[in-house]
């Protein structure tokens, strides 16, 4: 079975320093990886992608994510902390078989202090 | 372009009675989706809309019907509610059913059921 696992419920971190949001996946094959970020009161917002290539994926407002496919990892990564940064942040998967649906993580709630 | 629209923002229904939430895109996107957001649990896929006039169901059908008359609306109906129904609901669309297709997603609907 398709699994997403965000095994922290909130990060805590300090304006300016490294943010990491930790995410894990059991899915068959090659899976495809998303994240999304959910302000207060709206939708999902698109983030980033892995579908093949460099592990290092780069995506909206500096946040990056790396694919480690020994550890079944997509970790998503900020070098510096924003207030503005403090949102819910989902990991998603979909796998190359079955991929009109999407699997999401329960969500990590970011908060960044000033 | 608005983008996702979803109608209406927030519903109180008392259990057993019925109500439809629409779903409009103006980005001439095939795929549509719904999903339900609880804490706690991510976003699970109910059903899921490949072209007009197609419907199919998702993790967790059950108690819900879609219908997809055109291909910018994607209808979803509670015949007769159920407390176990109070959720936060996303609608989202995607150009195609590719895996590295993004999906969008709109800003949500509140529904209580008591």
């Known amino acids: 079975a398709q699994s997403v696992a965000q095994p922290e419920d909130q990060v805590n971190v300090a304006e300016g320093n490294p943010l990491t949001v930790k995410c894990t996946y059991s899915v068959s094959g090659n899976p495809y990886l998303f994240w999304y970020v959910q302000y207060p009161n709206r939708g999902l917002q698109f983030l980033l992608k892995y579908i093949t290539g460099d592990n290092l994926v780069k995506g909206s407002y500096g946040f990056e994510a790396e694919f480690n496919k020994s550890q079944t990892s997509f970790h998503l990564k900020k070098p510096s902390a924003l207030v503005s940064d403090s949102a819910l942040y989902f990991c998603a998967v979909r796998d190359r078989q079955n991929f009109n649906k999407f699997y999401f993580g329960s969500g990590t709630k970011l908060n960044v202090k000033p | 372009n608005a983008g996702v629209t979803q109608t209406p923002k927030f519903r109180v229904l008392k259990t057993g009675q019925s109500m439809t939430l629409l779903c409009a895109q103006d980005?001439?996107?095939?795929?549509m989706y719904w999903y339900r957001q609880d804490p706690g649990m991510g976003l699970r896929l109910i059903h899921y809309s490949v072209g007009e006039g197609t419907t199919a169901k998702g993790e967790v059908p059950d108690g819900y019907n879609v219908s997809r008359l055109k291909k910018q609306n994607f209808l979803l109906g509670l015949e007769s509610a159920a407390p176990s129904q109070t959720s936060v609901y996303f609608c989202?669309?995607?150009?195609?059913?590719?895996?590295?297709?993004?999906?969008?997603f709109g800003p949500g609907t509140r529904l209580l059921v008591l």
């Open positions: 989202a669309s995607s150009y195609s059913g590719g895996p590295q297709e993004t999906q969008y």
């Open positions: 980005m001439n996107h095939e795929y």
